[in-house]
């Protein structure tokens, strides 16, 4: 299973294993129709975790209560052990990048990452020099002066997340960051998520619906489907052992099916499809 | 009253009255009535002038007692028992014609109202529009006086058809005519002659029944006379500017003695039968009839 | 939480609409006595203006969209130079009342008109019988073609050409794909650009006010009744008509917009070369400057003659008198009028798309959105009567305030639509960004909103001052002598026939607008666009 190892990305080292985030009984019903079931869990500090599930499963909903954009019907959320159930978005510590960035468009990359900070009389007055440095360490140095509209979606995407590291969150929710943009990008994009993660030391929870994407970044999986957790574990063991027939069928066969039609290319394997069980 | 009249008014308010800004509002008669029936003492007018005297009947709750100021002597049995207002003028109509527009089509001066109806004639009569204008309603009022009202209002629809335009206002037919747009106008008589000594071709004809007239008033809003100033120039407006008026301007018999000073003036018409003028009821019912 | 100090200011805006649109309609129907409404259905009257009003209304608003449709087509279908110079020549009849469009028609071919007499020496006895059917589509169609054009042309840029492109390869004739391409692609706009011109004609009185003859309309009449007889109950009863009229023209037309697809430009439509056509399109185009021009003209002749027809001599005595017959005040108090209204409209109405527009779509929101347009559908002189009826014992009755106010609400609805489409164009998550940063709405709606939309702003601020300088609608009932606009004292002096000062008036209006316009022109160039680099 060498080659399967590899692709999968598996081998993390092994962290402090401290709550960042504790998620109890969320509850979400939206016209008695319920988008979200009954959803507990924990995301532990500095690590990566991904929610992977198709469109309507709830995992926007979900993000978009975590940070507040959206109330929760019933349940809590804590963070480091105190409670932020109720806590408006701009006070839980965390921040969020959206699929389309929402650049401010009229500003600068570097006024569009100082802004925020400008508006706090605490980080007013080192407001732009926390902008510089985020954005230096996100590779922007020589786009400060551009408008949004000279970027490129990968360059619109680092001032975004700089825009939210400038707050110095904990926590940085991102939504969809790999699937708007294309092939080349993507690759990049992932490097340098994981490179942030690293370099920040921020918890970052994202939410997609590829396969790939979930396996290659994340260092646990929390796969979903109509509102409820279905498998919450290291992408290895989500493989190796999928809960029930969801996780079968959406996850592990998917990837097999994708991974093989590789492997017939480079003919490094014969016709016959091998089962994981 | 027309552009002019007001303009000397105000010349002369203006000359003996520095201290106060008047402002002089020309409205059609039925209209100010309405405004101030409406409004009240709310409204921005505080005196009304050369208003038909059935609209001024219609709107007495909403006029002041104005008989102590006028010095002057006027006619037997004109005038407001009540005292709410005093008679300004007698507006008598003709039937005007501009002899270069009828030489224009070739046509022949009309004599009487049935020759109105000669489809030569076809749109190039103007008519103030009764329900707007009390010199189209004292025309009307006459034929139905003559004639009765069956008769009258057949007459009328007969007569729309040659009819250009009903003016909204009594002076419309005098301009239309002046621009040359109809050849024929049931006016005013004294508009007529002052646009005749203007330099304007037109004939001044007496109707075939006599010249019908109305009598026009003058009053205070209630709640205004205190106003500062409204006492001093209502009197001046009523004596001496009346005076004036008469002799310059409007010629119609209102007072004892009254000069008349306006050239080519016809002082030989006689007046229509114009019994129930004044009615309130009877010039509600009549405009009801009118349809156009 | 801020969300319910949101929803509060929603609330109070609902209720500031409330009063100034709903409760006043409300009063109008309150004031219908029913013994009216069988006196006037006894007379028959209504019967036949009704149908006056719906003929003359129909013929026209199809003479006036067909017009558009071509002059839109000759500009973007055609290969003619000045396309730019075409369009706003075409949209000068928008800036002077609709009741001059009558007076000019009058100059120029009434009994007495230039052209009329000018004509009648070549063709002996030419007469043109303007007053009546004639009059009245010529000037209608004068009056409402541009803003026909206006919707059309938009319109046809956002053509796709490829299904052109399959339909010659198909073998279609030019004809075949006009009937199955074009005026399908178009048939949203077009609907609704009948619908608005439908609206705007029927009513309108200012046009039969000077050139209706003997032919009576719905919105005449009401003129008459109510401003000239203060017959609040007759006027109640056309007013309510009216109202039904355009508010069914206005639910079909949304209707309309639901059924619409939204097809997206792969490719711009390409003119193909057709020499013949370009120089048809030049004719066509220079044959409505040459009548849009001419009723100016007319006015520009007839402010310094000395007397049309009998004395042609060079003379500034119209204008003099004009003046003193109080033009120069009446201006003031239309400036005072459209600047106030200007200033006050934005920012109302800017705020309220703001509102509807970045918003969470809850059923305050949707409510407001439904009263801000329902604006479109409320004919200006209703509006004005229910305000005469509904405010008459209040405080700014008779003041400026009412008069900004009416306007106000009158105009609501186009700023409003070009504000919202501006707002909705900006990214969605702009609020939850604004949100999680901690940055308050107030700073988003200045450091972002605002500056991004400074045209549309002006588009807004220009559209309802020019609007305000000529109605003659809504302010007819509630202007008094104070603060009477310049444009109302057109249909005053008409009825007293001091033709030359109503040219006059009308030039003078022209010109304000047109200054205005210039004023706007040169702004928005000046204006960069902030979204874009900076050099």
Known sequence: MHAVSIHLGVGMEKKEQTIKLKVRNIQKLYDDKIILKDISFDVMEGEFLAILGLSGCGKTTLLRILIGLEKQDKGSIYKDEKEISLLPPDQRGMGIVFQNYALFPNMTVLSNVEYALKRRKETKKTARDTALRVLEQLGMSEHLDKKPRQLSGGQQQRVAIARTLAMNPDIILLDEPISALDVTNREIMKRELKEIQKKFHTTMIFITHEQEEAFYLADRIMVMSEGTIEQLDTPDQIFRHPANSYVKEFVVAHLEQKYQSLLKCTGRLDNEPKRVE | MEQYRNDELKKQLDEKFPQWDIQIMSMATAKAAAKINVEGSHTDADIVIDMECAYLERMKDNLENVEEFSRLEYLDGIGDPEGKYLIWDRQAGAIVVNQAVLDKYHLPVPKTYEDLLDPIYRNLIAMPDPKSSGTGYFFYKNLVNVWGEEKALEYFDALAVNVKQFTESGSGPIKLLVQQEVAIGLCLTFQAVDEKNNGNDFLILEPEFGSPYSLTGASIVKGKKDRAGVKEVFEFVVNDFCVYDKEYFSPGQVLTVQENKLENYPTDFSYADMTGIESVDEQERLLELWKY | ?535
């Open chain 3, 1 to 535: 939480m801020k969300k319910r100090k949101w929803t509060a200011v929603r609330i109070l805006i609902i209720l500031f609409l409330l009063v100034s649109v709903v409760f006043p309609i409300a009063g109008v129907m309150a004031q219908i006595s029913l013994n009216d409404v069988k006196k006037i259905m006894v007379s028959g009257q209504l019967g036949e203006m009704l149908f006056h009003s719906l003929v003359v209304t129909g013929i026209s608003t199809f003479i006036s969209v067909s017009l558009a449709f071509l002059l839109a087509w000759c500009l973007n279908r055609c290969n003619i130079r000045a396309k730019g110079v075409f369009s706003v020549l075409f949209t000068i009849p928008m800036l002077i009342p609709s009741v001059s469009h009558g007076t000019g028609l009058v100059l120029l071919f009434g009994d007495n008109g230039i052209i009329t007499n000018l004509l009648a020496m070549c063709i002996p006895r030419f007469k043109v019988n303007l007053y009546g059917y004639f009059g009245m589509i010529f000037g209608w169609v004068l009056y409402s073609f541009p803003v026909a054009f206006l919707m059309l042309n938009d319109s046809f840029q956002y053509e796709d050409y490829t299904t052109y492109e399959a339909a010659q390869v198909l073998g279609l004739g030019k004809l075949e794909q006009f009937r199955t391409i074009m005026l399908p692609n178009l048939r949203k706009t077009l609907i609704s650009t009948v619908f608005a011109t439908f609206t705007l004609i029927f009513t309108d009185y200012g046009v039969p006010l000077v050139v209706g003859g003997k032919v009576m309309t719905l919105s005449l009449y009401m003129y008459r009744e109510v401003v000239g007889l203060l017959d609040f109950s007759k006027g109640a009863i056309i007013g309510i008509l009216l109202l039904i009229l355009a508010i069914a023209a206005f639910v079909i037309d949304l209707r309309n917009e639901e059924n619409a697809n939204t097809s997206t430009v792969t490719r711009q439509y390409v003119v193909t070369q057709n020499r013949k056509r370009d120089v048809a399109a030049y004719v066509i185009c220079c044959f409505t400057v040459v009548v849009i021009g001419l009723p100016i003209a007319a006015f520009a002749f007839l402010s310094v003659v000395k007397q049309y027809p009998i004395d042609l001599s060079f003379s500034l005595d119209n204008i003099y008198e004009a003046f003193g017959l109080g033009v120069g005040q009446y201006l003031e108090n239309s400036l005072a009028m459209a600047l106030g209204t200007a200033f006050v409209g934005v920012v109302v109405i800017y705020f309220t798309a703001y509102l509807t527009a970045r918003s969470k779509k809850t059923w305050t929101t949707m409510t407001l959105h439904l009263i801000s347009m329902i604006s479109l559908a409320i004919p200006g002189i209703v509006l004005g009567l229910s305000y005469v009826l509904f405010f008459r014992s209040t405080f700014f009755y008779g003041t400026i305030a009412i008069l900004i106010l009416v306007n106000t609400v009158h105009f609501f609805a186009s700023p409003y639509l070009m504000a919202y489409n501006s707002l909705n164009k900006f990214n969605r998550n702009l609020e939850d960004v604004s949100d999680t940063l901690g940055i308050s709405r107030m700073h988003m709606l200045l450091d972002v909103y605002l500056p991004c939309t400074q045209k549309t702003i002006i588009e807004m601020f220009s559209y309802i001052f020019v609007n305000c300088m000529v109605t003659i609608s809504a302010v007819s009932f509630l202007a008094n002598f104070k603060d009477m606009p310049l444009a109302l004292l057109i249909p005053r002096f008409d009825s007293q026939s001091l033709i030359e000062a109503t040219a006059f008036i009308a030039l003078v209006i022209l010109a304000v607008n047109g200054i205005m316009k210039l004023a706007v022109f040169v702004l928005e160039r000046h204006v960069k666009d902030p979204a874009e680099p900076n050099r």
